[in-house]
């Protein structure tokens, strides 16, 4: 049990109310519907940390990483974690990283497109999650090109298999698990980012972040991340070093 500071600050309703993003494939950040319940790296995090700090779970399912960090001064949630970028630290107070993220373009079946450089030009018509730090990272790379932004994943895979946008910016993670949705899509093997994925908080409450800082230590050194991520298909992706902060 955490004590009293930490628990005003990290659990004020007596639950530990998780924010988790929820897409058709499993990424270091999504999470997937699975009948009434939803799986995850974030799921078994958050339920790891709840029963640290011994308190019921949560969970508060969102469309996307943009809806989470918005909603993040509404009261609404308590933990969540999320791809790092400059922007969302305006929002958010982020703890330390669990997980080396890297994010690139799935290119829609019949496109010549072969590296990002090649996204960057008039005409190519990119899809994205709104308020994202991938997509936000897309943009920066690709000014050239038309930037879609979709409320989530699903959207923007369906604008890819009606032929509105020509490519999809996400995590490789999600993006593996989205490919084969959309036959004869492609990953680039280049990539437009290479940050992090980390715990975070809403801003203004410091015992609450020294303990999930804390708790990302011990969960990367006792092999939970790493668990987490096989148990979702991810085994290709990378726990972040010890110690390390966004």
């Not at 993003?21 to 790296?41: L, M, T, W």
């Not at 790092?84 to 669990?98: H, I, P, Q, S, T």
Request: a positive charge; proline letters at 5%; hydrophobic letters at 45%.
């Amino acid at each position: 049990m955490a004590d009293a500071a930490v628990m005003q600050e990290l659990a004020p309703t007596g639950k530990l109310r998780v924010a988790i993003a929820v897409a058709p494939s499993p990424s270091a950040q999504f999470a997937i519907k699975d009948g009434d319940n939803y799986r995850g790296v974030a799921v078994t995090l958050g339920t790891a940390l709840a029963a640290k700090l011994g308190a019921p779970l949560e969970l508060i399912a969102h469309q996307s990483s943009g809806e989470i960090q918005n909603s993040a001064d509404s009261g609404r949630w308590d933990v969540a974690f999320l791809p790092v970028d400059e922007e969302r630290k305006k929002l958010v107070d982020f703890g330390n990283a669990y997980h080396l993220l890297q994010s690139t373009f799935l290119v829609a079946p019949g496109s010549t497109i072969a590296s990002v450089k090649d996204a960057n030009a008039k005409g190519v018509s990119i899809g994205g999650v709104a308020n994202t730090a991938t997509f936000r990272a897309a943009k920066r790379a690709t000014p050239k090109a038309i930037h879609i932004d979709f409320a989530g994943v699903d959207a923007a895979a369906a604008a890819m298999r009606e032929g509105r946008i020509v490519a999809i910016a996400l995590s490789r993670e999600s993006l593996t698990g989205l490919a084969g949705k959309i036959p004869g899509s492609r990953i680039l093997d280049d990539a437009f980012l290479k940050s992090s994925t980390a715990v975070c908080i809403p801003k203004g409450k410091p015992a609450a972040l020294a303990y999930v800082s804390e708790f990302i230590e011990e969960a990367k050194a006792a092999g939970l991340v790493r668990r987490a991520l096989d148990e979702m298909g991810l085994k290709a992706s990378q726990v972040a070093p010890a110690g390390m902060k966004p």
